[in-house]
């Protein structure tokens, strides 16, 4: 019996020790996480962008969650996540500062689209990306109406075109060639007259017709920034230095970076 006290003070001792070891352990790593988490002032610096594929026509794993995102993410530039499910959307949008949409996928569920306009008119970016530049649904012209301000309905066979930088000065167009030409599907966007109107920065021609059209433009919209990106169809795009350089140019604007 004499030994009971003691044996039970060197366990006590031994617990609490544990305890507090194992208690700072804890701390650190919640202090280490709390650093890292999108909330904290190094994160902040990050711009978070949700990019939503999916769809027809397109290889969106290929050229856009995998080669856009790793342009994106390169230099801690952005964070990126990658829903190929629209209906995902709702899961990371609250946390979004630039929403990236190249689908042509459908986009159905009344509670995305409620969010997709709440994150504009809340003054947050958007970036309308290629496919996403369609008009997709019939049922929903708000869409190309107050966010695309017009759409495309067709586009050139594949092959190579021009680009001229109209806005040199613009920050989107920072650090992109004045003129450049690549591979790609040549869309036919056409501005909606009853939209909010857009800024071309950047159209595309091909020898032989006189026919010009925007490839990187900015929808006048009252609240959100918005921009336009017509190119992007496979590597012929998204491999180059001038198309990655306009997709960063503009996250970066749209984010208000």
């Known amino acids: 019996m004499k030994h009971i006290p003691i044996t039970f003070s060197v366990r006590t001792t031994t617990r609490t020790l544990l305890g507090m070891v194992l208690g700072a352990v804890i701390a650190l790593s919640f202090t280490n996480c709390k650093t890292s988490s999108p909330g904290s002032s190094k994160a902040g610096k990050t711009i978070r962008v949700l990019m939503v594929g999916g769809g027809t026509s397109h290889n969106f794993g290929m050229w856009y969650r995998n080669v856009d995102g790793q342009t994106l993410s390169r230099d801690g530039f952005a964070t990126v996540n990658y829903v190929g499910d629209p209906d995902s959307m709702l899961a990371f949008l609250p946390n979004a500062d630039v929403l990236y949409l ?13 969010a997709i306009m709440a994150h504009a008119n809340a003054g947050k970016g958007l970036l ?19 966010l695309v301000s017009g759409g495309t309905r067709k586009h050139d066979k594949y092959g190579p075109f021009e680009v001229t930088v109209t806005e040199p000065q613009h920050p989107i167009t920072k650090g992109v060639e004045t003129k450049f030409t690549l591979k790609d599907e040549r869309y036919f966007y056409i501005p909606d007259p009853a939209g909010p109107g857009i800024n071309v920065l950047a159209s ?17 919209h009252p609240k959100a920034r918005i921009v336009g990106l017509a190119l992007g169809h496979d590597a012929e795009s998204h491999n180059i230095p001038n198309y990655q350089a306009l997709l960063r140019n503009s996250v970066a604007w749209a984010a208000r970076k």
């Open 102 to 114: 190249s689908n042509n996928r459908p986009i159905n569920n009344p509670a995305v689209r409620e």
């Open 128 to 146: 309308i990306a290629h496919a996403a530049m369609w008009y997709n649904w019939k049922d929903w012209p708000e869409y190309n109406l107050n």
């Open 204 to 220: 595309s021609s091909v020898a032989g017709s006189d026919q010009i059209y925007p490839s990187v433009f900015v929808v006048k």
